[in-house]
């Protein structure tokens, strides 16, 4: 688990508070509502003498008109007026100013022109970039960036896809460590906790809460988990943030192993409630909530999500999201792609959105579209597991397996604890006819915990067309076991397996064990007939090796598991449990 060093709670009070006055000078509107967000959540008093503004420069207040002006046109949208009344200016803020305007208007045009029938925008024009690029670089060159222009210096570099921006967000945290949009930026860029650990950060207490958001994003949800707790036990327990923060990584949980996930969508669910209470009239993070109640299929909550949302404000990209999970719900697919796509109109870079574009594309068979929509969500985010594993799919359905194997690879060295990646990756390589490795990754799956069973029947049919019967009959053999503690009821499947076991234990004469799985296969419709006649050969045979009268059979009709048919019989040897998951093992 992470250790948050300790903090000064009446300091952190105080750089929020400024944090988010500073934030807010220069338009940095989404760190500015985090720091105003987090401040709030302290109840502690500070000295007003702490938060003086600092005195500024006097080439500022010569600029001071320009400024104001320039800020006011910046909030109604007008960003290009705002670069233009700003152009001489030379002090930190109007410059990062003017800057930043000139970059926002270049993504509002881009947006602009982004076809809304279309999934993929039109070929970019960076020359705007390009341009900040050169500015930028000649300053920070000179030193003369401070950590807010680094930050802005970093975006450009990013939109350009030049690996160089990963040091200058480290140099703007290090040199203005209380702008988390910086930290943010800094956190989408990195890949494995080993990269984590190698950068030099600040000794801050904000890079702690940097550190769990990454954690997060790694799936190391334990640690994150451990530094929310803290900072909830030293004073921000009324913190929306990091009750955003706890529902979301629960959500990311919900895979991890049967029973966690069940714990994880409970705790998931109710914390999503819990901010509700808290923040009611919230609409960030309620796509993720939105997104749990599509996997777990419930509707009713959802149509009150979507219509609570629209209610706030129906143009946002979370309630586009929200609406359009609640119409993929209903299968109303060209519906959902529509409101996915306003969410992209808003903002071309939300990620959630060119995911969900992918997988309605999907729905109504265009992978054409739906390979494009998935690419972007991948320049968008290299991290995005989901998109990696939509083209996987797409490339599967498209018959193309050595291309879908690669994608699968992908998304599972993002989420290697995700059984669902590694039973993608089996199947890919079966239907290439690489069977061992497709031996190895049916096995890790279900070691990893499969909520259905899926990577077991599987790896048993593996063995079954390998020709290696003792291992088949001990995984068909844990499958019919673990199928009665998790309530599967796939008769056809089940049937099989029953069937299967009757054959392998007439071969090895063990009649009891055959006799046994026989009278379970008259169960089921698909093998009645064929399960009658092994059972009179199973009688015969029986008979023939056994003089003596056999001890009559005692068959639970129930769709208990096997192992527990000798409680009819308590002097009888145990015969299915001697196949354990202790017992199951793979031999390469």
Not at 396 to 401: G, N, R, S
């Amino acid at each position: 688990m992470a250790d948050v060093p300790p903090f000064d709670i009446q300091q952190v009070k105080c750089d929020l508070i400024v944090a988010q006055r500073e934030c807010y000078d220069r338009r940095l509107v989404h760190a500015a509502k985090w720091a105003a967000e987090m401040s709030r959540a302290l109840s502690v008093k500070v000295d007003a003498k702490s938060l003086i503004h600092a005195e500024e420069a006097e080439d500022f207040w010569d600029e001071y008109d320009s400024y104001v002006l320039g800020k006011n046109y910046y909030d109604v949208k007008e960003f290009d007026r705002a670069v233009h009344v700003l152009r001489d200016c030379t002090s930190p803020k109007p410059y990062f100013l003017r800057l930043y305007s000139l970059y926002m208007s270049d993504q509002k045009k881009k947006a602009d022109n982004m076809p809304e029938s279309s999934a993929v925008p039109e070929e970019t024009d960076n020359e705007i970039l390009k341009i900040l690029q050169t500015e930028l670089l000649e300053k920070h060159c000179k030193k003369e960036l401070d950590g807010y222009g680094l930050y802005l210096y970093g975006v450009v570099l990013t939109k350009l896809d030049l690996p160089s921006s990963i040091d200058i967000f480290v140099e703007s945290v290090n040199k203005e460590p209380m702008n988390w949009s910086a930290w943010m930026e800094l956190a989408r860029h990195i890949t494995d906790k080993e990269m984590l650990l190698s950068l030099r950060l600040p000794q801050h207490w904000i890079n702690s809460l940097f550190m769990a958001k990454v954690y997060m994003e790694l799936q190391l949800n334990d640690n994150a988990l451990a530094i929310y707790r803290t900072f909830m036990e030293r004073g921000f327990s009324e913190s929306s943030y990091l009750v955003s923060q706890f529902a979301v990584t629960y959500h990311e949980m919900r895979v991890v192993s049967v029973d966690q996930i069940i714990l994880a969508v409970d705790l998931a669910v109710q914390t999503f409630k819990t901010l509700e209470v808290m923040d009611p009239y919230r609409l960030e993070n309620m796509d993720v909530y939105s997104n749990l109640l599509f996997v777990t299929e419930n509707k009713a909550e959802l149509a009150h999500l979507a219509h609570k949302c629209c209610t706030i404000n129906k143009y946002s990209v979370e309630t586009c999201c929200v609406i359009g999970n609640y119409y993929s719900l209903r299968s109303q697919h060209e519906k959902a792609l529509l409101y996915f796509q306003r969410a992209l109109k808003l903002n071309a870079n939300y990620i959630s959105a060119w995911t969900l574009v992918g997988h309605e594309y999907m729905e109504m068979k265009n992978t054409s579209a739906a390979i494009q929509a998935y690419r972007r969500a991948t320049e968008v985010d290299k991290r995005d597991y989901r998109a990696w594993y939509g083209l996987g799919q797409t490339y599967e359905i498209l018959k193309m397996p050595n291309y879908s194997l690669y994608y699968y690879r992908r998304a599972q060295l993002l989420r290697p604890n995700d059984s669902r990646m590694v039973i993608a990756l089996g199947e890919c390589y079966q239907k290439i006819d690489r069977l061992q490795e497709a031996k190895k990754c049916f096995w890790k799956a279900h070691c990893l915990g499969d909520a259905e069973e899926i990577a077991l029947l599987k790896l048993a049919n593996l063995f079954v067309a390998l020709n290696e019967r003792e291992q088949a009959c001990q995984a068909y053999t844990e499958y019919i076991n673990q199928a009665d503690k998790l309530l599967i009821r796939d008769h056809s499947v089940l049937s099989r397996a029953y069937l299967y076991l009757a054959d392998y234990h007439s071969s090895k004469k063990n009649w009891d064990d055959a006799y046994t799985a026989a009278q379970k296969c008259t169960e089921f419709p698909e093998t009645r007939e064929e399960a009658k006649g092994m059972l009179r050969m199973i009688q015969t045979q029986r008979t023939q090796d056994t003089p003596v009268t056999p001890t009559a059979m005692n068959v639970d009709d129930s769709m208990d598991s096997m192992i527990h048919s000798d409680l009819y019989n308590p002097t009888a040897p145990r015969t299915f449990d001697r196949v354990t998951p202790v017992n199951l093992k793979f031999t390469p």
